[in-house]
């Protein structure tokens, strides 16, 4: 089974090195690596070529103008060539060395379309330092119209389920990916495993981890798309999903 891991970048020349050395570490080797650079403006791009010989013709990579990241990631995903797709982040990396081979096997024995597990926040000046486990144990289909779904660079898909579900909507700033997950779970009802497992690393001070304006953001769009999706939600509903990241956050002092 070939996988497939789309990363992209815009002056990404701090974090993305941190993003590759993760892949290089994996132990399942059979995977390709797409990069999609937006036209940096820093070492992003010398950063690539820099690593490109060490995975002996598995890199594939561009860099050009696009309209966002959602664009990027749809570039990614018509470039693709594995059997199965996912998406890390140029601020994340893989939090062991054994992801690949995990999602890989999981895939092989069971009758499944995708698979998603856990990630972890860090502090960015203090990568060992957990500020939010985000676990994807609970998730359930209708938790959606609150505003909840699995933690999406968990979230590893065949790419033959592209074709029925779609790319991600570029007319979203911000919420791409639930709409995405939205219409592969929800309304595809896809065959979907969990597995208890933390997949990725992410450090704050991502699009969606910036504040109190990508939070309002974010609600304006995950109410536009489920309304567009034929599911009844409102502002409460939606507010509920605050709760229990403020237990993730609680539970992760505990915990870390």
Same mark, same amino acid.
């Given at each position: 089974?070939?996988?497939?891991?789309?990363?992209?970048?815009?002056?990404?020349?701090?974090?993305? %090195? @941190?993003?590759?050395?993760?892949? *290089?570490?994996?132990?399942?080797?059979?995977?390709?690596?797409?990069?999609? @650079?937006? /036209?940096?403006?820093?070492n992003?791009?010398?950063?690539? &070529? +820099?690593?490109?010989k060490?995975?002996?013709?598995? *890199?594939?990579?561009?860099?050009? +103008?696009?309209k966002?990241?959602?664009?990027?990631?749809?570039?990614?995903?018509?470039?693709?060539?594995?059997?199965?797709?996912?998406?890390?982040? $140029?601020?994340?990396?893989?939090?062991?060395?054994?992801? *690949? /081979?995990?999602i890989?096997?999981?895939?092989?024995?069971?009758?499944?379309?995708?698979i998603?597990?856990?990630?972890?926040f860090?502090?960015? &000046?203090?990568l060992?330092?957990?500020?939010?486990?985000?676990?994807? &144990?609970?998730? #359930? %289909?209708?938790?959606?119209?609150?505003?909840?779904? %699995?933690?999406? %660079? $968990?979230?590893?898909?065949?790419?033959e +389920?592209?074709?029925?579900?779609?790319?991600y909507?570029?007319?979203y700033?911000?919420?791409? @990916?639930?709409?995405?997950?939205?219409?592969?779970?929800?309304?595809?009802?896809?065959?979907?495993?969990?597995?208890? +497992? @933390?997949?990725?690393?992410?450090?704050?001070g991502?699009?969606?981890?910036?504040? *109190?304006?990508?939070?309002?953001?974010?609600?304006? /769009?995950?109410?536009?798309?489920? #309304?567009?999706?034929?599911?009844?939600?409102?502002?409460?509903?939606?507010?509920?999903?605050?709760?229990?990241?403020?237990? /993730?956050?609680?539970?992760s002092?505990?915990?870390?």
């Open positions: 089974m070939k996988i497939t891991i789309i990363t992209t970048t815009y002056n990404s020349e701090q974090t993305l %090195p @941190d993003t590759i050395n993760s892949i *290089l570490k994996q132990s399942y080797n059979n995977y390709e690596y797409i990069i999609i @650079d937006g /036209e940096s403006k820093d992003t791009v010398n950063i690539i &070529k +820099k690593y490109e060490q995975f002996k013709g598995k *890199l594939k990579w561009i860099s050009e +103008k696009d966002g990241i959602y664009d990027a990631m749809n570039k990614g995903l018509l470039l693709a060539s594995g059997d199965v797709i996912g998406i890390l982040n $140029s601020d994340d990396f893989y939090t062991s060395n054994n992801i *690949l /081979e995990i890989a096997k999981n895939f092989n024995e069971n009758n499944i379309d995708a998603y597990g856990d990630i972890h860090v502090n960015n &000046k203090d060992n330092k957990c500020i939010r486990y985000y676990s994807s &144990k609970i998730f #359930k %289909p209708y938790l959606m119209r609150f505003g909840l779904m %699995p933690a999406h %660079p $968990s979230f590893y898909i065949k790419r +389920k592209i074709h029925q579900i779609g790319l909507d570029t007319s700033k911000i919420a791409s @990916d639930f709409d995405f997950l939205l219409r592969a779970i929800y309304l595809k009802k896809i065959k979907t495993l969990y597995i208890k +497992k @933390d997949f990725v690393t992410m450090r704050t991502g699009v969606s981890t910036s504040g *109190l304006s990508s939070h309002a953001l974010i609600m304006r /769009e995950h109410l536009t798309i489920l #309304k567009k999706n034929g599911i009844y939600s409102n502002v409460l509903l939606l507010m509920l999903r605050y709760i229990y990241k403020i237990y /993730e956050i609680i539970y002092k505990i915990l870390y």
